[in-house]
């Protein structure tokens, strides 16, 4: 499976971003999609997950109210709408996805370890 992440940029802080990511290769196998994303100088953090038919969704508490993950399963896309930007949202986002059978409730899987493919990341930064 290839990711392949876009829509990242700078915006001022109360704007909105929206990031894409698109899947290649065995996506028959595409289970649960997510985005991570990483500041400089701190760990990987999960963001957002949807399962594969979207009807299940997972958010951080520090985007919740905020960030809306979808996905289009006709392209293979899962986005990834970023609303009420803060400063501290700044970082690389990547999107992700886990390909191994698990269980139903995978989506709630918040720990890099868990995901199979990674996207190259897009930049977001927010300014003041």
């Known amino acids: 499976v290839q990711l392949q992440a876009s829509g990242g940029g700078l915006v001022q802080a109360g704007g909105s971003l929206r990031l894409s990511c698109a899947a290649s290769g065995r996506t028959f196998r595409t289970y649960v999609m997510s985005w991570f994303r990483q500041a400089p100088g701190k760990d990987r953090e999960f963001v957002a997950a949807?399962?594969?038919?979207?009807?299940?969704?997972n958010y951080a508490d520090s985007v919740k109210g905020r960030f809306t993950i979808s996905r289009d399963n006709t392209k293979n896309t899962v986005h990834l709408q970023m609303n009420s930007l803060k400063i501290e949202d700044t970082a690389v986002y990547y999107c992700t996805v886990r390909t191994r059978l698990g269980s139903a409730s995978d989506y709630r899987l918040k720990w890099d370890s868990a995901y199979d493919y990674w996207g190259q990341g897009t930049q977001v930064t927010v300014s003041s």
């Open positions: 949807i399962t594969w038919t979207g009807g299940s969704t």
